[in-house]
């Protein structure tokens, strides 16, 4: 059993309530726009396996640093972790062949600032967009996600809300 804590669009924006949400969790996993590289290696912190992808504002460091795609395994899971897929029934141009070629039961994208938690039935997966934990976009709240991977199991869904602003 593996507890996961998600973030995404966090565009340099580093809040401590992150490591306080993410405190049991066994991995964390950023879908994109980190912002620098100064945030990613703080978030490197919050869990012993962070994974992260880069996103379209991601540059320099953080881009050379950070694949644009990450296929793996969690349990009995299979996963697939980027930045921009569209959501289902609306994939990004080109990414339903990704799907097709990868066949996740896992599918995370961050980009739209939107929390978004939906299944996919044409490709029997679940897709999960956490919605932006930073403080940059148009989003009214800022959010996280917490869930547990057991076995074949994705369960325990949780959604952390931040509120619109932080000030250090």
């Given at each position: 059993?593996?507890?996961?804590?998600?973030?995404?669009?966090?565009?340099?924006?580093?809040?401590?309530?992150y490591a306080l949400h993410f405190?049991?969790?066994?991995?964390?996993?950023?879908?994109?726009?980190?912002?620098?590289?100064?945030?990613?290696?703080?978030?490197?912190?919050?869990?012993?396996v962070v994974r992260a992808v880069?996103?379209?504002?991601?540059?320099?460091?953080?881009?050379?640093?950070?694949?644009?795609?990450?296929?793996?395994?969690?349990?009995?899971?299979?996963?697939?972790?980027?930045?921009?897929?569209?959501?289902?029934?609306?994939?990004?141009?080109?990414?339903?062949?990704?799907?097709?070629?990868?066949?996740?039961?896992?599918?995370?994208?961050?980009?739209?600032?939107?929390?978004?938690?939906?299944?996919?039935?044409?490709?029997?997966?679940?897709?999960?967009?956490?919605?932006?934990?930073?403080?940059?976009?148009?989003?009214?709240?800022?959010?996280?996600?917490?869930?547990?991977?057991?076995?074949?199991?994705?369960?325990?869904?949780?959604?952390?809300?931040?509120?619109?602003?932080?000030?250090?």
């Amino acid at each position: 059993m593996k507890r996961i804590g998600l973030l995404s669009d966090t565009h340099s924006c580093y809040d401590p309530r992150y490591a306080l949400h993410f405190a049991d969790c066994d991995e964390v996993w950023h879908a994109g726009d980190v912002g620098d590289a100064a945030l990613l290696r703080r978030v490197q912190e919050l869990a012993p396996v962070v994974r992260a992808v880069r996103g379209n504002i991601d540059h320099g460091e953080v881009a050379r640093l950070l694949p644009s795609l990450l296929h793996f395994r969690v349990e009995d899971v299979d996963v697939l972790l980027t930045h921009i897929a569209g959501y289902p029934g609306r994939y990004a141009p080109g990414f339903r062949a990704v799907l097709e070629s990868k066949r996740p039961r896992l599918l995370v994208a961050g980009h739209s600032h939107i929390l978004k938690v939906m299944p996919d039935p044409a490709f029997d997966l679940l897709y999960i967009n956490p919605g932006a934990a930073g403080v940059h976009g148009w989003q009214k709240v800022r959010t996280l996600v917490r869930f547990t991977i057991d076995g074949p199991d994705i369960r325990d869904l949780e959604v952390i809300e931040l509120g619109k602003q932080y000030t250090p």
